[in-house]
């Protein structure tokens, strides 16, 4: 099975800045159009009131934020994604704001409840002084547990980063490339290392890095890095800017990536083997990311969904003058 983004790579998340009631109003019309194509009316509705509820929440207890809208999945097991993101006041009591007739801003208080109630997935992460991440998915949920954020540099319309995800039975397979620069060359030098991977995703990371060296060799190159994980293990192999870590509960192992620009006649990849432990993750980004994040010691966010761990990154460590992607997978 296929899990991945539905659009073609170079496309990223839709980012809305909600900073006014304007923009949750073209929010919620992004979010209905997007899911339209995948779903009956009554659920492009559901997703309609979901975005109009996370966004007037952003505007009214955060003082506004960012909504994130996507669509991840295959035509069989469609899913759109809406990930809110802000860094308000946060809450010291979630559970309680996610109860219904609960609200500190003099509003009916059903905006979380009702958004947690409509989606087939929900999760969230609050901290008092850091802000909170809201995500709520609707579609299939099956498949490995995981999630991304993927966005182009302010004024760009396309994104220079790319990433993809392949599932089976036996394994998962996962790439993150991020072409040199910015825009749309940047973009085609991405799509291309995807394209690579897609050819044969469950072949060994260095032979797709291989591959996308020599394919990549008529763009303008990029970074790129790939994992493939089993039951107990994780193949990796990089080559440039691609940060990638193994956490668990107490413990960050980094993950090997040499210096280079895959396309510019780069020396063959060395690929390296890392024991994987149940229920720990896999995180991958580019440098559009600062690497200083921290996951091991934060239980309260290590336990949330991979989409909201990103989403968490993605806040507190994006570069504003890049294109930033991060992925988190559950292993």
Known sequence: MEVALKNPPASAQQRFVIDDASKVGEARRAAQTLASFEFTAEVAGKVAIAATELGNNLLRHAGGGQLLIQSLGTDEGTVIELLAIDKGPGMSDVARCLEDGYSTGGTPGTGLGAVRRLADLFDIHSHPGEGTVVLARFGDTSGPSFGAVNIALEGEIDCGDAWFIEHDRKATALIVADGLGHGTFAAEAAATAIAAFRSAPFS????????????????????????LLSETKVSYAGIGNINGALVVAGK???????NGTVGMGQRRAQQFEYHSEPGGVLVMHTDGVSARWELKNRPDLFACHPAVIAGVIYRDHARERDDATVVVLRT
């Open 204 to 227: 060994m990371p260095q032979e797709i890095l291989n591959r996308a060296n020599a394919s990549m060799s008529k763009t303008r190159g990029g970074a790129v890095a790939c994992a």
């Open 252 to 258: 960050s192992q980094g993950l090997v990536s040499h």
